[in-house]
């Protein structure tokens, strides 16, 4: 046996040519993974504030109290539940994650940009629109704000894609875009 201290001992060939692959691999995940930010161009990078959730409901409560769309015998419209808000062309709009939602419903317009403040009361969840494919990780306590201009019109689903407990697969949203 060797009196070497063994982080003298010289390292055997096949175990340094191993270190070096998994080094190398890391470093191409590493970049890859950075890579991807610019070339799959989904996970937006968004201004980020912070505060409390409480005060984020408030906000979206309010803007949805405003701007609730009214059918013409003068009753809230609503899709299975969910109010249906237009707020004014061009505008700053909300929408809040929630235990297990997306809402409320927006309608904007086309051709027309916004403001989009997003964020959660209560737990991380995904932001997925589809089909253009954003994707936004939400949590509570940071407030989002991104420029949103809808190009198409039509229905614009959202999906949460972060596991957030018994009712995630029920979590889902909408996007309206009309003329
Ligand atoms: Cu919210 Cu999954």
Same mark, same amino acid.
């Given at each position: 046996p060797s009196n070497r201290l063994w982080w003298k001992e010289p390292i055997h060939g096949i175990e340094l040519a191993w270190i070096?692959?998994?080094?190398?691999?890391?470093?191409f995940m590493f970049f890859f993974m950075i890579a991807w930010h610019f070339i799959g161009d989904q996970n937006l990078s968004t201004e980020t504030y912070r505060l409390q959730p409480e005060a984020f409901v408030e906000k979206v409560e309010a803007f949805a109290e405003e701007y609730q769309l009214m059918d013409e015998n003068g009753e809230p419209v609503e899709i299975d539940g969910v109010p249906v808000i237009s707020p004014p062309a061009g505008g700053d709009v909300y929408m809040l994650g929630r235990l297990w939602e997306w809402w409320p419903i927006l309608e904007l317009k086309?051709? *027309?940009?916004y403001r989009f403040h997003l964020s959660?009361?209560?737990?991380?969840?995904?932001?997925?629109? *589809?089909?253009v494919n954003i994707n936004l990780s939400v949590h509570p306590g940071l407030e989002h704000v991104l420029t949103l201009t809808p190009t198409e019109t039509g229905d614009y689903g959202i999906v949460c894609n972060e596991y957030c407990g018994i009712g995630h697969h029920n979590m889902s949203g909408l996007i309206r875009v009309i003329e």
């Open positions: 070096i692959i998994a080094f190398l691999w890391g470093l086309k051709d *027309q940009s959660s009361a209560d737990w991380q969840h995904g932001f997925s629109l *589809q089909p």
